[in-house]
């Protein structure tokens, strides 16, 4: 037992240490080994705490504090369950920073502008029954149709479609999804399904695509494709109770990534060559974690040098050199316009993959430039892919990205 106690009190020190080790000192080669094992101490840390302590009284009963080695092990946990209980208690307060962000985006009477009918849909309480399960994620109001084709190349350029079980003769507003996963890996039905659930059931049907993945294609081909699933929806979403007149973009990581220049690079003929007519402008961006330079001009990243490796190799297919235009066209970040959408930015302080000082930069220069509202949620104590589950946290974000979407649409 004094093993297996041993054991459980490393694991527990790396995950802790990961989420808390400070940023300046995460220059590794293996930046998913920190996600993963600081994702466990994060969202899911009120599962986490509570199994440590049975497992630990399980050993000490059978035995494991009757060596110097038990003993230390059974301190090192002790020592790290406050950090833990921390970290339970800034997802279970995480609507404060949530509101802070809308209100020094939007002002602080953001509320009084959405009209009483949408603002009726919003959640006043989150409840325990509504995180407890962090993996259930269907809803009795809302249905799924999968696999739609938007284009000719089979299940990367299909789509899902998110809606309610009841349509208004106007159809509903649509919130196109965009994966996650480097760029390279991904798919259109594991990843924003708490927020998409959640908007189904309150009016919004949710698009979630797939695009072509690298290293078999080039950027910018996952961005024409994505163009090409938002002209779908533009051209055939009425068939399926869609309001193509308002068309909102989210997605996280390389999702956040896409999103952010679906925002930015609206009706350019050369990036949607097979619906160079279509409107491609959306109403609304909000990009999780995403990552928006690749060139880190302003030393944002703190694998700055990893980061541009990977894409020239297995994303971009051209270094810097060989095709300047191609990384800034890449970049979000030198895309900024004064006609930019409304953007609500989400950014865990804690991301271990996508640097929070990349999302800093861009919302500031996107503030600088945009005549369009600006919302930047950081989030203390959060890692990359938080939202792909249930928790306070999540709930909590998720209920500001309705309140931001509805703000927008009373806010033409």
Not at 94 to 116: F, I, M
Request: charged fraction near 20%.
């Amino acid at each position: 037992m004094t093993e297996w106690l041993l054991g459980l009190a490393l694991f527990n020190l790396a995950s802790v240490g990961a989420l808390f080790v400070p940023r300046a000192r995460r220059r590794t080669r293996v930046p998913w080994l920190l996600f993963g094992v600081s994702l466990l101490a994060s969202e899911l840390a009120w599962v986490w705490l509570p199994l440590q302590g049975s497992l630990a009284l399980i050993f000490a009963l059978g035995g494991a504090l009757d060596s110097a080695v038990g003993q230390a092990a059974l301190l090192a946990l002790l020592l790290s369950w406050p950090v833990l209980a921390w970290s339970v208690a800034i997802g279970l307060a995480a609507a404060a920073p949530v509101e802070r962000a809308l209100q020094a985006g939007l002002g602080e009477n953001y509320k009084d502008t959405v009209p009483a009918a949408l603002r009726g849909l919003w959640r006043t309480t989150v409840r325990f029954a509504d995180w407890r399960n962090p993996a259930r994620f269907e809803h009795p109001d809302v249905e799924v149709i999968r696999g739609i084709a938007y284009g000719p190349a089979g299940v990367r350029q299909q789509l899902d479609i998110y809606r309610p079980k009841s349509i208004p003769a106007g159809g509903c507003p649509v919130l196109l999804q965009i994966h996650g996963g480097a760029w390279v890996f991904g798919d259109k039905a594991h990843q924003a399904l708490p927020l998409m659930y959640l908007l189904a059931s309150r009016g919004w049907i949710c698009v979630a695509a797939n695009y072509r993945l690298s290293p078999s294609v080039g950027f910018p081909v996952h961005l024409e494709d994505c163009k090409r699933a938002l002209c779908w929806i533009r051209t055939k979403g009425q068939e399926y109770g869609m309001d193509p007149r308002f068309v909102a973009v989210t997605g996280g990581s390389a999702g956040g990534h896409l999103a952010a220049l679906m925002g930015l690079t609206e009706n350019r003929p050369e990036l949607q060559p097979d619906n160079p007519g279509v409107d491609t402008s959306v109403q609304a961006c909000v990009p999780f974690y995403g990552v928006y330079d690749f060139l880190a001009r302003y030393q944002q990243h703190v694998n700055g040098k990893l980061v541009i490796r990977f894409l020239k190799d297995r994303v971009m297919h051209e270094s810097p050199e060989q095709n300047p235009g191609l990384w800034d066209l890449a970049s979000p970040v030198a895309q900024i316009h004064e006609n930019a959408p409304p953007f609500m930015l989400v950014h865990g302080q804690q991301d271990s993959l996508a640097a929070i000082n990349d999302g800093r930069t861009f919302a500031q220069r996107l503030r600088r430039s945009s005549r369009k509202p600006v919302v930047f949620l950081e989030l203390p104590g959060t890692e990359h892919g938080f939202d792909s589950m249930h928790s306070p946290r999540t709930e909590a974000v998720i209920d500001g990205v309705q309140r931001f979407l509805d703000w927008v649409r009373a806010n033409p």
